[in-house]
C-alpha cells in the first residue's frame, strides 16, 4: 500500500473516541462479569457459562448479523447498539444494588451485550471504510490508532478499573460501562451520515448471508486474510489454556508475575499496531503479513523453549508484535478490496471463523497437557502457526494484493478527497 500523507477527517476523531470510551468500558466489564459470577458461585462450570456466553451471539448469529448490517444505516446501527447496551447495564446494576443478582442473569446480560457488540463491531468495520472513501493508506493508519486505543483501554485501563470499581459496590463497574456506552453512542450519533448499502432485490436474508459467506471463500486472497485469525485462534487458544499452569510449574512464578507476562503481551501488541503501517510501506502489506505471522510462530516456539521468565515474556511481547500488526494490516487490506454492500457479511464471516476456532484451540491445549505435558501445547501451537504461514503465505503475496487493491480501485479513485462533514441527520 502506497503511503498518504491526508489527514484523516475531523469526524474518524469522533470514532476513535467513542471506540476508545467503550473500550475502557468493555474492559472494566471483563473484568467485573467474572468476579461477580464468583461472588455467587465457585462451581467452575456455572463460571464457564457466564464467559462463553458473550462468544455465542458470533458463532450462532455472525453471518446473518453481517447481512443484516449490509441493508442497515451503519451509522444508526452503532449508536443504537450502543445506547441498547447502556440501558441493558442497568438491569444487573439494580439487581445488584437489590441483592438479586444470578448466575442466569449475568449470563443473559453477557450473550445480549456480545449480540450489541456483534452489531457495532461489524457496523463500524464497514461504515470506516465509507468515511475515508476506501482509501488504503489511511485505512492503514486508522485502523492503526483503533488498535492501539482498543489495546491500552480493554487490556491496560479497564481491568484493573473494574477490580477497583467493584470494590466501591457490586453496581458501580456496570453503571460505570452503561454511561461508556452511552457517551459512545452520542459521540456516533454525531458521525457524519454515509450512503446505505445499495439493496439486494427479492433476496431473502439467508440467501444473502451465503453470499457474503461464499464471497470469502472464492476469493484467495480474503480466505487467506480468514484463514489468519481462525488457525491463529486455535494456537493461541491452545497456548492461553496453559499459560498460567505452564507460567506457575515451569516458570516458577506467582499470580504477580503472571500479570506482568501478559502486560508485556500487551505492550507488544501496541507496539506492533504502531509500526503495522510502516511495515505494510517497506515491505508491501502480503509480505508483512507473512512475516508477523512467521514472527508469532517463532515466538510461540520461543516462549516453549523459554528457560526463565525474563525469556517468556520477551518472547509473549514479541508475539503481541505480531499480533498487533496482523491486526492493523488484515482488516484495512479487506476493507479497501471487499465491495461497500458486502462489508458487512464479509467482515462477520471471518470474525465468525475465528470465534468458531477458539474453542477448538481451548480443547486441543487443555487435551495435549492432560495427555503429553505442559510444554507440548506450545510447541504444537508453534508448528500450527509456522504451517499456517506456509500455507497463506501465497494466498496474500504482493502480487495478489496488488492486484485485489487494482481490481478495488474505482471505488477508491471516484474521490480523492477524505470524506465531508455533514450535519447528523435525524432519524
Not at 481462525?230 to 499459560?243: D, H, K, P, Q, S
Not at 487435551?367 to 503465505?393: D, H
Request: charged share 15%.
Amino acid at each position: 500500500m502506497t503511503s498518504d500523507a491526508r489527514r484523516l477527517p475531523a469526524g474518524f476523531g469522533r470514532l476513535w473516541t467513542a471506540q476508545t470510551v467503550s473500550s475502557l468500558g468493555d474492559g472494566v466489564t471483563h473484568a467485573a462479569l467474572p468476579l461477580l459470577a464468583l461472588t455467587l458461585t465457585r462451581d467452575p462450570m456455572a463460571l464457564a457459562v457466564v464467559t462463553a456466553a458473550g462468544t455465542l451471539p458470533w458463532l450462532l448469529l455472525g453471518v446473518l448479523g453481517g447481512a443484516l448490517v449490509d441493508r442497515w444505516d451503519r451509522r444508526r446501527t452503532m449508536w443504537a447498539a450502543d445506547a441498547a447496551r447502556a440501558v441493558l447495564l442497568a438491569i444487573p446494576a439494580a439487581a445488584a444494588a437489590l441483592d438479586a443478582l444470578s448466575i442466569p442473569l449475568l449470563a443473559a446480560v453477557a450473550f445480549l451485550l456480545g449480540l450489541g457488540g456483534l452489531f457495532f463491531d461489524t457496523a463500524a468495520t464497514a461504515y470506516l471504510p465509507d468515511l475515508l472513501r476506501r482509501d488504503p493508506a489511511l485505512l492503514e493508519r486508522a485502523n492503526s490508532r483503533l488498535r492501539g486505543a482498543q489495546t491500552a483501554m480493554s487490556g491496560f485501563a479497564g481491568p484493573p478499573a473494574g477490580s477497583a470499581l467493584l470494590a466501591l459496590g457490586r453496581a458501580v463497574p456496570l453503571l460505570a460501562d452503561a454511561v461508556s456506552f452511552a457517551l459512545s453512542a452520542l459521540l456516533v450519533r454525531t458521525l457524519p451520515a454515509m450512503p446505505r448499502p445499495v439493496p439486494e432485490a427479492h433476496e431473502s436474508l439467508l440467501r444473502q448471508a451465503r453470499a457474503g459467506a461464499s464471497y470469502v471463500f472464492r476469493d484467495r486472497v480474503l480466505l487467506g486474510l480468514a484463514l489468519r485469525p481462525a488457525v491463529g485462534n486455535v494456537a493461541f487458544l491452545a497456548v492461553e489454556t496453559v499459560l498460567a499452569l505452564f507460567a506457575h510449574d515451569r516458570l516458577g512464578i506467582g499470580t504477580f508475575g503472571f500479570g506482568l507476562l501478559l502486560t508485556a503481551e500487551a505492550t507488544g501488541g501496541l507496539l506492533g499496531a504502531a509500526i503495522a503501517s510502516f511495515l505494510g510501506r517497506r515491505l508491501g502489506t502480503g509480505t508483512a503479513l507473512t512475516c508477523t505471522a512467521a514472527v508469532e510462530g517463532l515466538a510461540i516456539l520461543g516462549l516453549a523453549a523459554a528457560p526463565n521468565p525474563y525469556a517468556a515474556g520477551l518472547a509473549l511481547a514479541v508475539c503481541g508484535a505480531g499480533v498487533g500488526a496482523t491486526m492493523v494490516l488484515a482488516p484495512s487490506l479487506r476493507q479497501a478490496i471487499v465491495p461497500a454492500h458486502l462489508m458487512g457479511r464479509v467482515a462477520s464471516t471471518s470474525r465468525m471463523l475465528s470465534m468458531c476456532a477458539a474453542p477448538i484451540g481451548a480443547f486441543l491445549g487443555g487435551w495435549l497437557a492432560t495427555t503429553y505435558g505442559i510444554r507440548t501445547p506450545l510447541f504444537a501451537a508453534a508448528g500450527l502457526l509456522l504451517a499456517m504461514t506456509a500455507v497463506t503465505a501465497s494466498m496474500t503475496s504482493n502480487r495478489r494484493v496488488e492486484a485485489a487493491l487494482r481490481a478495488g480501485a474505482p471505488d477508491h479513485a471516484a474521490s480523492k478527497e477524505p470524506a465531508p462533514e455533514s450535519a447528523p441527520t435525524l432519524l
